[in-house]
């Protein structure tokens, strides 16, 4: 276990529910962007968009309140937030009294920003709200594809030649798309969506290479950035975007999204979230 990427992870924790902002653990996007093959995080924006299931606070009488948070984090922030002291210093609220919900949208935005260096968007909407939380049905989903694998190891190399001659502009995803905590091993489950122009990228070969992440240990932000780089270096696409949906863990899930030439792509979430 590699302790030295979180203080908390891991480890036996006292779950404080009174307002400790020195619960957020920064950790370095650099050092995870060092490991990938030809990232560069100039070529590409995007953010991590959070969002908090657990959120509850107290009103000034006491009474208890809930809302469903997202959080819009930049990737020009120099700092991700590890996702345990997130939730840990989500939990330090729900005893904590905040004057109105504007206070506290101020409060969360203020240690957010703070902790990862970048401007930190906030939202709250009630439990009870009604939204449109559907997927796009406009991406090809190319899991059905009759493929056999004999190996689960992270492999670039298997996006080389998956570039062909023709040129088109397609929107694909998978459901397939595992991971593991770079710290605790414990597994991470997310869909990815990937939109691009240019020549068009062998799909077996795309399927075989998300796949090649089931035995890989890395957070959620760096697993996309690679999948970002690694289709950028070896398909050379003339735009790309890269968007991963992950499954909660602790009432959170982490969705980053990276593109080299759209602002956000607004893709619902799945049944599974």
Not at 209 to 217: E, L, Q, V
């Amino acid at each position: 276990m590699d302790t030295t990427y979180s203080k908390n992870l891991g480890k036996k924790t006292d779950y404080i529910s009174t307002y400790t902002p020195e619960l957020l653990d920064p950790i370095p996007r650099a050092r995870g962007r060092g490991n990938i093959t030809a990232c560069d995080s100039d070529a590409f924006t995007g953010y991590d968009l959070w969002t908090g299931y657990e959120l509850s606070w107290l009103n000034t009488k006491g009474k208890p309140m809930v809302a469903v948070a997202e959080f819009m984090i930049p990737c020009t922030s120099p700092n991700l937030i590890e996702s345990k002291s997130f939730k840990l210093y989500l939990n330090s609220l729900n005893q904590t009294p905040f004057v109105s919900e504007q206070v506290l949208i101020e409060t969360l935005t203020k240690d957010l920003s703070a902790t990862s260096g970048g401007d930190v968007r906030v939202k709250l909407s009630r439990v009870d709200e009604e939204q449109d939380i559907r997927s796009d049905r406009s991406f090809v989903c190319i899991d059905d594809l009759d493929i056999e694998i004999d190996s689960y190891e992270y492999d670039e190399d298997l996006l080389l030649g998956a570039a062909s001659e023709t040129v088109v502009e397609e929107r694909i995803c998978s459901h397939l798309l595992k991971s593991n905590c770079l710290v605790t091993n414990q597994p991470d489950w997310g869909s990815v969506y990937i939109r691009y122009q240019g020549a068009e990228i062998d799909r077996e070969k795309l399927l075989r290479y998300i796949i090649s992440f089931r035995g890989h240990n890395e957070f959620h932000e760096q697993c996309v950035e690679r999948i970002f780089s690694d289709i950028k270096r070896c398909c050379q696409p003339e735009k790309l975007t890269v968007f991963a949906r992950y499954t909660r863990r602790g009432g959170l899930d982490i969705n980053p999204f990276r593109s080299d030439f759209e602002e956000e792509m607004p893709v619902g979430r799945e049944y599974r979230q």
